[in-house]
């Protein structure tokens, strides 16, 4: 789940078009500033917020990640509804001459008005204009602060005590990966409620009865995540390897086998550790001497007996691949196969990029893979 900000304004990669995003309204009877002039400008910067595609200038840029999550959430909470959208400004609260609390409500116009989503957010008056900014530093004033490497804890009562585990992996795939460590910020909430209330997301139809899920926002070096501490204690070392490597390359160049060959091999599966699954693998697919891997490789189902935790040979087979290009030459070795992009028709980037790392091509890969089978990893 991403982390995202159901309210009216939404800072971070918002690309509403002007047709799509309404103007804020100031809702009846609401009190805005004894300065008519003010009140107009603080209702246009909202909207300009809105709707802007890159809205940067209007946030505080000391809470630009907290701000991108709370926009998200405005942005998902848009989605998909069948009726047009009002935004209305509820209510403008001064906390000083130049900082204000204001609260917002989302509602879908139809014949029967439906309550989308209600938000709050902090405006900060600066000359003739306004900047924003998500609630979290206020909302969290006074809880506990501990940092761990390139980690940052809040929480109230007590560290969650897996986070040293969490720190140290984290730290052993940025160090694999060559990242200039993230600086990466956790805030440790009882559920997912209280982690939309931080960032200011005070309703939100679309959570409606979840308990449990993270919200993050990133920056290329910075994360932000308000999580469970449960989550902590528990981590994934799998879904954290998808996070750490999405700080190093980007999304779109990753070769979705590769990185889940790695997530496989650096931290299993579904709790199923890689040596666990290996053996599956070999007990399920490989007893078969007549396999054709490359045919197994492209079209091979789930071999787990679960089809709710479904295990890929294509992944497995790119375990073995990673683990021997590590071997050979050191992980920099994979990181050009890992980034070799998405699918293309016939996987031609990837046998490109696997036969510069192993000199396996298209045509000697059933070979090459039953030997590394054979070898069972080592």
Known sequence: MKSTLTGLLLLGSLHFGYAQAPAVAAAPGVKLLPDSAASRQLVASLTALLHSPAPAAL????ASLATAALLEEVRTAATGTPGPLRHYLTNVVPLDSLHYLLQLATVEATAAPVPRASYELLAQRQGASFVFSAPLARNTAGWHRRQLGSYTFYYQAELPKGAAALVKKATF??????????????????????????????????YAGLAHGTLSSREPRRLLLLTQPQDITG??????????????????????????????????????????????????????????????????????DSKRQPLLPAYVINALLVQKIEREKGFAAVKPLLACGKYEPGNANYFKALEAATGITKSTFNSAIWALVRAGGQ
């Open 59 to 62: 946030v505080l840029p000391s």
């Open 173 to 206: 795939f940025d160090h694999k990966l060559q990242s200039l460590l993230p600086q990466t910020t956790v805030y440790c909430c009882p559920d997912l409620p209280a982690a939309l209330y931080l960032i200011g997301v005070t309703g939100q139809l679309g």
């Open 235 to 304: 981590f994934d070392p799998h879904d954290l390897w998808h996070q750490r490597v999405r700080n190093t390359l980007p999304a779109g160049t990753l070769n979705k086998p590769v990185d889940e060959g790695c997530a496989y091999l650096y931290g299993g599966s579904w709790g199923i550790s890689w040596p666990a699954i290996l053996r599956l693998f070999q007990a399920k697919v490989s007893a078969n001497p007549n396999t054709d891997w490359l045919a197994v490789y492209e079209n091979a189902p789930n071999f787990n």
